[in-house]
C-alpha cells in the first residue's frame, strides 16, 4: 500500500502570492495615480507600459510559487489533451449544423401550429373572435 503526500505549500509561497497580490495592485493604482505629475499630464503610453510591467512581475513571481508551477503544469498538460482529440472534419461539421438547422425550423413550424390551434380553440370556446 503506497501513501500518496501531497506538497505542502511553504510560507515562502504565501509570500510569493501577496507580493504579486501588491504588485498588480500596485500597477493599478500608480495607472491612475499618474495621471498627471507635478501639474502635466502622463502620456497614457508610459501609464500602460508601468502597468504592463507591474502585471509582467506580478505574473512571474506567482508563477514561481508552487501554485503557479502547478498552473503552468496543467495549462502544459492540457495543451497536450488538445493535441490528442480527433477534431471533426469540415464536411462533418456543416452536416451537423445543417441537421440542426433542419430540426429547429421542423420543431419551430410545430410549435407555431400547435399555438394556432390552441388559440383557435381558446377563442371559439370564449366565444371571442366572431367575424
Request: hydrophobic share 55%; net charge neutral.
Amino acid at each position: 500500500m503506497s501513501v500518496h503526500t501531497e506538497e505542502q505549500g511553504s510560507s515562502l509561497d504565501t509570500v510569493k502570492l501577496v507580493i504579486a497580490i501588491a504588485l498588480l495592485l500596485a500597477g493599478i493604482v500608480g495607472f491612475y495615480y499618474f495621471e498627471s505629475w507635478q501639474g502635466q499630464p502622463v502620456s497614457v503610453l508610459f501609464r500602460v507600459l508601468g502597468l504592463l510591467a507591474a502585471v509582467g512581475a506580478g505574473v512571474a513571481v506567482a508563477l514561481s510559487s508552487l501554485s503557479g508551477k502547478r498552473l503552468l503544469s496543467f495549462m502544459h498538460d492540457s495543451r497536450l489533451e488538445v493535441r490528442k482529440m480527433v477534431w471533426p472534419t469540415r464536411a462533418e461539421t456543416l452536416q451537423t449544423t445543417l441537421m440542426v438547422m433542419v430540426i429547429v425550423i421542423i420543431l419551430s413550424i410545430f410549435l407555431w401550429g400547435v399555438d394556432s390551434l390552441l388559440g383557435w380553440g381558446v377563442r371559439s370556446l370564449l366565444g371571442g373572435g366572431g367575424v
